[in-house]
């Protein structure tokens, strides 16, 4: 029975959280590959023999993060017919995400040789991918966008939003300039300019 099976107790729950913490943080500071297990582990304050009682390996520990992150996504704004959807929908995708940036981008860098990652990479596109396509056929129903292909349009930008994030994270974006970025993008692809 590993530790993901069992019911930890609050000591093993706070050792297990002390590896997490130490491992998204090194994660969004150094990179995947950059960061060692025993960077995590001294990080965490916590020998190597404990990991392993948590994690198979540096690449489980990956993966529970990203799962867990997963769960914890809290679905975005209902598409409103106000003008106000689109800021708010890409702050608060910018508050979740901004935090968990390193495990994204381990992810991109795994998704390209293992399927593990792959899968988990298609769950989180398929999570704006839907928000995206959404906000295409509203605007559809309301008369605008009317040459779009929703699926196409929300592809193009899902993968926008996941390669600003993590490049503008990198320059030092700010955050109401990064929102206000990608808010402008997304609304004015639909509607153009004018609105």
Not at 50 to 71: C, G, I, M, N
Not at 82 to 87: A, P, R, T, V
Request: proline share 2%; no cysteine.
């Amino acid at each position: 029975m590993t530790a993901a099976t069992r019911t930890l107790s609050t000591k093993g729950q706070a050792t297990r959280q002390a590896l997490e913490e130490a491992a998204r943080k090194l994660f969004a500071e150094r990179g995947f590959h950059g960061t060692t297990l025993a960077d995590i582990t001294s990080a965490a304050g916590k020998s190597t023999a404990v990991f392993y009682r948590y994690f198979a390996d540096k690449e489980d520990l990956l993966a529970s993060l990203a799962e867990s992150f997963l769960l914890d996504v809290v679905e975005l704004p209902r598409f409103p017919d106000d003008g106000d959807f689109f800021s708010s929908a890409v702050s608060v995708y910018w508050q979740r995400f901004k935090p968990n940036i390193g495990i994204m981008v381990a992810i991109d860098q795994l998704a390209a040789t293992q399927p593990r990652f792959a899968a988990l990479q298609q769950k989180f596109r398929s999570f704006g991918r839907e928000i995206v396509a959404a906000s295409v056929r509203t605007a559809q129903r309301q008369g605008h966008a009317a040459g779009l292909d929703a699926d196409h349009i929300a592809l193009a930008i899902a993968l926008l939003f996941e390669r600003f994030t993590s490049v503008s994270m990198a320059e030092g974006l700010s955050d109401d300039a990064a929102v206000t970025t990608l808010s402008t993008i997304w609304k004015n692809t639909i509607y153009g300019e004018e609105n």
